[in-house]
């Protein structure tokens, strides 16, 4: 019903750059939370950022981050192509992970919510 389509990854050397991008496809009604998730080999997946739309007291969006990627990386969304993106800036060996997004999508109306995931993307930071 959805799909959510990673891409942007890559491999670069630490102290890089790379854009991640995420669109989701298919029977949508509205998307209200879109993240950035990464697992690395070995280790448990973890939130590396999220967005909620309008989430704020003004209607704005909210964004959270890990305390590891913080001011280092920086999650948008474009709620009219029904994108996620994550621009990675500084990147470090530590970094290296597979990155997937997902989102809460309301399929026909906002009574019922599901979260969809992606296949992921692998980055790799060279030290």
């Known amino acids: 019903q959805v799909q959510l389509v990673e891409s942007g990854g890559g491999l670069v050397q630490a102290g890089g750059s790379l854009t991640l991008s995420c669109e989701a496809s298919?029977?949508?009604?509205?998307?209200?939370?879109m993240a950035w998730y990464r697992q690395a080999p070995g280790k448990q997946r973890e939130l590396v950022a999220v967005?909620?739309?309008?989430?704020?007291?003004?209607?704005?969006?909210?964004?959270d981050y890990a305390d590891s990627v913080k001011g280092r990386f920086t999650i948008s969304r474009d709620n009219a192509k029904n994108m996620v993106y994550l621009r990675m800036n500084s990147l470090k060996a530590e970094d290296t992970a597979v990155y997937f997004c997902n989102a809460d999508v309301a399929l026909r109306d906002a009574r019922n919510w599901f979260r969809y995931w992606g296949q992921g993307t692998q980055v790799t930071v060279s030290s």
């Open positions: 967005v909620t739309r309008g989430g704020s007291a003004n209607g704005d969006n909210i964004t």
């Open positions: 298919g029977i949508i009604f509205s998307i209200r939370r």
